[in-house]
């Protein structure tokens, strides 16, 4: 009852969102802009973002790899994607990760493995995030207004910092582990403890994490020419700089699980951070990157239809 209740928010929320989006500017304006796109600038940006989507699975890979999970590059690849085409429906990123976990668990007893996988794939995404956003006041210290980085720096860091100490520091370990101890029902404390010193393997393997940081990163780079490219075949005012300074933060904020699939949320945030030059610009832009999004994840719902997979539950 509570997801159902939890869902009609979030398609209220990204309703009423649009409804104010387009009592400010002209929704057919945007239309145009779109329809009269350069159409070889936008494959070139649906191949970036194509590429971003093998790098995030390659990532992954890397740290199934290390836990001994027999997964080749391109299976992961195919996981991935299977996994993204169900995230249009699915209720949030939560929904996609357990699509990827079915594909890859082989038994009951690596279900934890699997889990520390994912967790640590999305952790170390974001805080390839958190270095680039946090980095860019430093670099563009005379371009922007800081105020929008610093919360998201400050916090990242942080939520990072406890992170590795939760899982390198053998005190903390220890401390935690004995207070997951006395948590008896369900012997939900013996699955944390499960999930908990799985997450340590990460300790073993120093070179894959500094190695998967920088392909995070490089995800970024890739999130603003995927970007960059729409602003070409639209014509549109938006500069590069712009780009690379607010796309990261753009995806951020688009995470953030008030909206369906980061509709309405996304586009506010395109028009708040790009409202300098014309809005309508701003807002195709946003659809434009959307939908381009949206057409990728199908080529996971093909790999699906071949695929066909049985998964117990």
Request: include cysteine.
């Given at each position: 009852?509570?997801?159902?209740?939890?869902?009609?928010?979030?398609?209220?929320?990204?309703?009423?969102?649009?409804?104010?989006?387009?009592?400010?500017?002209?929704?057919?304006?945007?239309?145009?802009?779109?329809?009269?796109?350069?159409?070889?600038?936008?494959?070139?940006?649906?191949?970036?973002?194509?590429?971003?989507?093998?790098?995030?699975?390659?990532?992954?890979?890397?740290?199934?790899?290390?836990?001994?999970?027999?997964?080749?590059?391109?299976k992961t690849f195919r996981v991935y994607m299977i996994a993204f085409f169900f995230n249009?429906?699915?209720?949030?990123?939560?929904?996609?990760?357990?699509?990827?976990?079915?594909?890859?668990?082989?038994?009951?007893?690596?279900?934890?493995?699997?889990?520390?996988?994912?967790?640590?794939?999305?952790?170390?995404?974001?805080?390839?995030?958190?270095?680039?956003?946090?980095?860019?006041?430093?670099?563009?210290?005379?371009?922007?207004?800081?105020?929008?980085?610093?919360?998201?720096?400050?916090?990242?860091?942080?939520?990072?910092?406890?992170?590795?100490?939760?899982?390198?520091?053998?005190?903390?370990?220890?401390?935690?582990?004995?207070?997951?101890?006395?948590?008896?029902?369900?012997?939900?404390?013996?699955?944390?403890?499960?999930?908990?010193?799985?997450?340590?393997?990460?300790?073993?393997?120093?070179?894959?994490?500094?190695?998967?940081?920088?392909?995070?990163?490089?995800?970024?780079?890739?999130?603003?020419?995927?970007?960059?490219?729409?602003?070409?075949?639209?014509?549109?005012?938006?500069?590069?700089?712009?780009?690379?300074?607010?796309?990261?933060?753009?995806?951020?904020?688009?995470?953030?699980?008030?909206?369906?699939?980061?509709?309405?949320?996304?586009?506010?945030?395109?028009?708040?951070?790009?409202?300098?030059?014309?809005?309508?610009?701003?807002?195709?832009?946003?659809?434009?990157?959307?939908?381009?999004?949206?057409?990728?994840?199908?080529?996971?719902?093909?790999?699906?239809?071949?695929?066909?997979?049985?998964?117990?539950?």
């Open positions: 009852m509570k997801k159902i209740v939890f869902t009609i928010l979030r398609v209220i929320i990204t309703a009423g969102i649009f409804l104010f989006i387009f009592s400010k500017l002209s929704f057919n304006e945007s239309i145009n802009i779109i329809k009269e796109s350069n159409l070889i600038y936008l494959l070139v940006s649906f191949l970036c973002m194509l590429i971003l989507s093998f790098i995030i699975a390659l990532r992954w890979h890397q740290i199934l790899k290390a836990y001994n999970f027999k997964a080749g590059i391109f249009n429906f699915l209720p949030s990123t939560v929904g996609m990760d357990t699509v990827r976990g079915m594909y890859i668990v082989n038994n009951k007893k690596r279900i934890a493995d699997v889990i520390s996988t994912i967790i640590l794939e999305r952790w170390i995404g974001l805080l390839g995030i958190i270095i680039y956003v946090s980095l860019i006041p430093i670099l563009f210290y005379s371009q922007i207004e800081i105020k929008y980085f610093l919360y998201v720096s400050v916090a990242g860091i942080i939520s990072s910092l406890m992170f590795v100490i939760a899982v390198w520091n053998a005190k903390v370990y220890e401390f935690f582990s004995k207070l997951f101890e006395k948590i008896k029902w369900l012997n939900l404390g013996n699955k944390i403890n499960s999930l908990y010193n799985s997450l340590r393997l990460i300790r073993n393997h120093p070179h894959l994490f500094l190695v998967n940081l920088i392909l995070s990163i490089l995800i970024q780079v890739l999130f603003v020419f995927s970007n960059y490219f729409i602003v070409l075949a639209q014509s549109s005012e938006i500069s590069l700089l712009s780009l690379i300074i607010y796309v990261p933060l753009i995806s951020v904020i688009s995470m953030i699980p008030i909206t369906i699939n980061g509709l309405g949320l996304r586009e506010w945030a395109y028009i708040t951070f790009f409202g300098l030059v014309i809005k309508e610009q701003a807002l195709s832009l946003a659809l434009t990157f959307f939908i381009l999004i949206t057409l990728m994840s199908l080529i996971g719902g093909v790999i699906f239809i071949f695929e066909r997979k049985k998964i117990k539950e």
